[in-house]
């Protein structure tokens, strides 16, 4: 299928990656269902395209991820206004603020993993349906893990935890997607600019307990990979990407 026939759902479409995400498949001519928990942001995201003929192509859905009724909804209006989905991008997540691990909150804890995890169970459950189902049967699921999928940062175990089962979820969606011609991939990224990694350009804290500033890349970067992704025939699946950037303290953290 030419990617003006595709449909790609991108959650927390709002802000940062998503964002950069949306647009690049909006401007590559897929039709893109923008969900997020504020509205406002996803039509803002909709209008940067609205003049160069992406209007009818966007679709703004408000969706709390943690919730399935709200996710249930979302995946109802795919089905009203496209019919079909060709390709997710699971990236909405959240992270808690740095604490100690002895003095973290059941509920922060619980937030990120409602998020993180659930959502994006839940999301990529609701795609898987309708991938199935559909005619032709098939799709691509696009999980977005992080370099804290591999190694954590000090004082970060609910987003660690939450990233590591990204990985467990994406193999296992891998597997039983097979026989249904689904692929799954991840990709995990390191230091991309965006509203809530700048902190990284200021300083933050390493395992060595300094404190250090971390180079950056762009999140286009990111986004060009996510198109790449998806681009790929059904047949071929990048199952696992590390994008990041080149002089960030990841090789060797520690």
């Given at each position: 299928?030419?990617?003006?026939?595709?449909?790609?759902?991108?959650?927390?479409?709002?802000?940062g990656?998503g964002?950069?995400?949306?647009?690049?498949?909006l401007?590559d001519?897929?039709?893109?269902?923008?969900?997020?928990?504020?509205?406002?942001?996803?039509?803002?995201?909709?209008?940067e395209?609205?003049?160069?003929?992406g209007v009818?192509r966007?679709?703004?859905?408000a969706?709390?991820?943690?919730?399935p009724e709200?996710?249930?909804?979302l995946?109802?209006?795919?089905?009203?206004?496209?019919?079909?989905?060709?390709?997710?991008?699971n990236?909405?997540?959240?992270?808690?603020?740095p604490?100690?691990?002895?003095?973290?909150?059941f509920?922060?804890?619980?937030?990120?993993?409602?998020?993180n995890?659930?959502?994006?169970?839940?999301?990529a459950?609701?795609?898987?349906?309708?991938?199935?189902?559909?005619?032709?049967?098939?799709?691509r699921?696009?999980?977005n893990?992080?370099?804290?999928?591999?190694?954590?940062?000090?004082?970060?175990?609910?987003?660690?935890?939450?990233?590591?089962?990204?990985?467990?979820l994406?193999?296992?969606?891998?597997?039983?997607?097979?026989?249904?011609?689904?692929?799954?991939?991840?990709?995990?990224?390191?230091?991309?600019?965006?509203?809530?990694?700048?902190?990284?350009a200021?300083?933050?804290?390493?395992?060595?307990?300094?404190?250090?500033?971390?180079?950056?890349?762009?999140?286009?970067?990111?986004a060009?990979?996510?198109?790449?992704?998806?681009a790929?025939?059904?047949s071929?699946?990048?199952?696992?990407?590390?994008?990041?950037?080149?002089k960030?303290?990841?090789?060797?953290?520690g």
């Amino acid at each position: 299928m030419k990617s003006n026939d595709k449909v790609a759902l991108v959650t927390g479409a709002g802000t940062g990656i998503g964002k950069a995400v949306a647009l690049a498949f909006l401007r590559d001519g897929y039709r893109v269902v923008l969900a997020g928990r504020r509205i406002e942001l996803l039509n803002e995201v909709a209008s940067e395209v609205a003049s160069e003929g992406g209007v009818d192509r966007a679709l703004p859905v408000a969706t709390d991820v943690s919730q399935p009724e709200s996710v249930a909804a979302l995946f109802a209006q795919i089905r009203r206004k496209f019919g079909r989905l060709d390709v997710l991008f699971n990236n909405a997540g959240v992270n808690s603020p740095p604490a100690n691990f002895e003095d973290l909150g059941f509920e922060q804890w619980q937030n990120v993993v409602n998020i993180n995890l659930s959502g994006s169970f839940l999301c990529a459950q609701g795609a898987f349906r309708m991938m199935k189902e559909q005619s032709p049967q098939g799709g691509r699921i696009i999980n977005n893990g992080s370099i804290s999928a591999h190694a954590p940062r000090p004082n970060s175990a609910p987003y660690t935890s939450t990233k590591h089962a990204i990985t467990g979820l994406t193999k296992s969606i891998s597997l039983d997607g097979r026989k249904y011609n689904i692929a799954c991939g991840q990709i995990d990224i390191g230091n991309a600019m965006t509203e809530l990694s700048a902190r990284m350009a200021t300083g933050v804290p390493q395992a060595n307990g300094e404190m250090a500033i971390e180079a950056m890349m762009d999140a286009s970067e990111v986004a060009d990979a996510v198109l790449h992704m998806a681009a790929l025939p059904l047949s071929t699946n990048v199952q696992f990407m590390t994008i990041m950037a080149t002089k960030m303290p990841f090789v060797g953290r520690g």
